[in-house]
């Protein structure tokens, strides 16, 4: 239904009177204070910063980060609840930085479903259709047709209080589809959620945007949701986008040390590792381990012409095998899961997590017991100490 263009977009929050700071002025070469993890400046305190990113038109974009990285204030921005501080926010080719929010043509759901308590839930989801005076006979048709994607047609005539939190939500989603905007805002939704729930919800919500013609975009600080719903990801720390990809491309090339140890369940595990160039080829060494990276690898730090150098050295839990040799370990904890055990060992003076698949078990693992592990080119990350870039890219 729309694209939606967010160029170079800036958040500061103003001082407010007598909060400017008591500290001496700030000298020249004096670094820049930061207050939690947003930045403070003369205008105030900076909490989205040179945000950059095209979005297509019925593509689902979420972003995602920790809390106060300032996705939720992007997302606001987008839907006119906070104003923008600089940069073009741009929907089907016009810019809407002074538009109204009831004039973008955006519908958003929030985090703590807002239904009105003394109204049915048709008319919670009509609400803003009688606003706009649109026919009976149409509101009715629309209230119907969103209730039955949603699956909430039998709790229409119900108050929301008689609901559980799952079915507020589809009502608080239905309320946002039967107005037809071009873009769909959702601001946590499923936070509230139990993780039965939530997993159930994202299921329907994946449902949702096959059914309807809508631009997406979602906050969430779960990366789980990140992952299986969104078309592209946009990371966040601190105000700043660090890597904007699909699930599978930040998951198996992350930008940054951040954003490795962001994306996945369990954390990459890293290390202090060895990276070493010999003529073409590369290889990595931690713990007496050495293996040479895989050809694709070694073409990526060829063309940024990487030395040899000390690197933080990333691999996967699931990356990550028992084996005869390798790097020696000492196991802390075996977690069984089911399918596969998590081994919670100590090595090289870092806490790592092995998971092992239970088909391929030979024995169990105690506390104490000493296993080596290792892994293959292919899965290795090699990051700048200082930096903390993939000096792959």
Known sequence: MAT?????????????????KKSKKKKADEPEKKKVNLQITDEGVVAVQEFNLDIADKEFIVLVGPSGCGKSTTLRMVAGLEEISGGELIIDGKVMNDVAPKDRDIAMVFQNYALYPHMTVYDNMAFSLKLRKEPKDVIDKKVREAAEILDITQYLERKPKALSGGQRQRVAIGRAIVRDPKVMLMDEPLSNLDAKLRNEMRAEIIKLRERINTTFIYVTHDQTEAMTLGDRIVIMKDGYIQQIGT??????????????????????????????????????????????????????????????????????????????EGVTAKVDVSEMMGSSVHLHVTAEGRDVIIIVPTIDMKGNYAMGDTVHF????????VFSKETEKNLEF
């Open 4 to 20: 939606v263009q967010l160029k170079n977009i800036k958040k500061v929050y103003p001082f407010v009177s007598g909060e400017q």
């Open 247 to 324: 699930p599978q491309e930040v998951f198996n090339h992350p930008a940054n040390l951040f954003v490795a140890g962001f994306i996945g369940m369990p954390v990459m595990n890293m290390f202090d590792g060895r990276l070493t160039r010999e003529g073409d080829k590369y290889f990595v060494e931690v713990g007496g381990y050495k293996t040479e990276l895989a050809p694709e690898k070694e073409a990526r730090l060829l063309k940024n012409d990487v030395k040899s150098q000390d690197v933080i050295l990333g691999v996967r839990p699931e990356h990550t095998d028992i084996s005869a």
């Open 374 to 381: 290792s892994f293959k080119g292919n899965v290795a990350h």
